[in-house]
């Protein structure tokens, strides 16, 4: 079976793992390119592929790895007993 070179929504919210409303909302603001075709959308298959590599290609650096733990220590300190009391139920 030939592979086409465009995508539906269904399609790509399946690929990115989000709702297909995600994926209207992402081709309505042009986040996501995609051409018209009737009342459907078209999205170039390139496009979600480059879009993917580039999110799986992503590593944290250590400044972005100290802000995510300077923000899960904050959380601690402000909710520790609210977390913990959540934990127990």
């Known amino acids: 079976m030939e592979k086409s070179e465009y995508l539906s929504i269904a399609q790509v919210a399946k690929i990115l793992r989000i709702s297909r ?3 209207y909302k992402k081709v309505k603001k ?15 298959r ?8 580039k999110i799986k290609g992503h590593v944290l650096n250590d400044e972005e790895k100290d802000k995510i733990k300077m923000a899960v220590m ?4 402000d ?3 609210v977390l913990k009391r959540l934990g127990e139920e």
């Open 21 to 23: 409303v995600a994926v």
């Open 74 to 77: 904050k959380t601690i300190n």
């Open 46 to 53: 390139e496009n979600i592929i480059k879009r993917v590599q």
């Open 79 to 81: 909710y520790g007993e």
């Open 30 to 44: 042009g986040i996501i390119p995609a051409m018209k075709v009737g009342k459907f959308y078209a999205i170039p």
